[in-house]
C-alpha cells in the first residue's frame, strides 16, 4: 500500500483545501468483486487504512456479506480476510481537493484508471459502488465498460450516510451472490 499524501500543497493558499490522494488497489488475480469507494476521508488517510473512521460501518458490512468478523482484526488481517473471499478495495478519484471528508467537497478531481485495472483482472465479474458519488463517477469512468459486470450501486457506508445500518446491511448483501 502507498502512502497517501495529505501534506499541504506549497501552492494552496491556507484557505484552500491540500489535495488527497487514494490508497493503492487491494486486488489479487482471484479477485470478482471489486468495491469502489470515492476518495478516502481524513481519518482513513491519517490512519493509512481503507475505512479508516470507526464510525463508517464498512468492515462490519463487510463482515456481515463474507461471514467473517472483520472490525477485531488488526488492518492487514481484515485485507487478506477480503481477498480470500474474492473481494478487492479501490477509489474512483485517484487525487483532488477536499476539505474535510464529504463527498460534495471534492474538487479539482483526477480519477483512477479503472478500465486499466480491470483490464488486468480477469476474474472481476461484479463492481460495486459504495456510495452515490463513487457509482456517479466511477460510471463515467467506465463509461460502455460497465455493460461487462454486474453493476450493483450501495448505500455509503459512510457516517455521514444516515441511512440505518439495517436497511444497509440489506442492500450491501446482495454482494454476497456474487462471491
Request: with cysteine.
Amino acid at each position: 500500500m502507498n502512502q497517501p499524501t495529505d501534506s499541504a500543497d506549497p501552492a494552496a493558499s491556507p484557505a484552500e483545501p491540500s489535495r488527497k490522494r487514494c490508497f493503492d488497489p487491494v486486488v489479487d488475480r482471484d479477485t470478482r468483486v471489486l468495491v469502489l469507494g470515492s476518495l478516502p476521508g481524513e481519518q482513513s488517510l491519517a490512519r493509512n487504512e481503507y475505512y479508516g473512521n470507526p464510525q463508517n460501518t464498512f468492515w462490519k458490512l463487510m463482515s456481515d456479506v463474507i461471514g467473517v468478523e472483520l472490525v477485531p482484526l488488526a488492518y492487514q488481517p481484515r485485507l487478506q480476510s477480503l481477498l480470500a473471499h474474492g473481494v478487492g478495495l479501490w477509489d474512483v478519484v485517484a487525487e483532488a481537493r477536499r476539505q474535510g471528508s464529504l463527498d460534495s467537497g471534492i474538487r479539482d478531481r483526477h480519477d483512477n484508471d479503472l478500465p486499466a485495472l480491470l483490464a488486468g483482472l480477469p476474474g472481476v465479474t461484479t463492481i460495486a459502488f459504495n456510495g452515490a458519488t463513487a457509482a456517479r463517477l466511477g460510471l463515467k469512468v467506465l463509461a460502455g465498460r460497465a455493460v461487462n459486470y454486474h453493476i450493483v450501486q450501495l448505500p455509503s457506508s459512510s457516517p455521514a450516510h444516515t441511512l440505518p445500518y439495517a436497511d444497509k446491511a440489506a442492500r450491501w448483501q446482495t454482494l454476497a451472490r456474487h462471491l
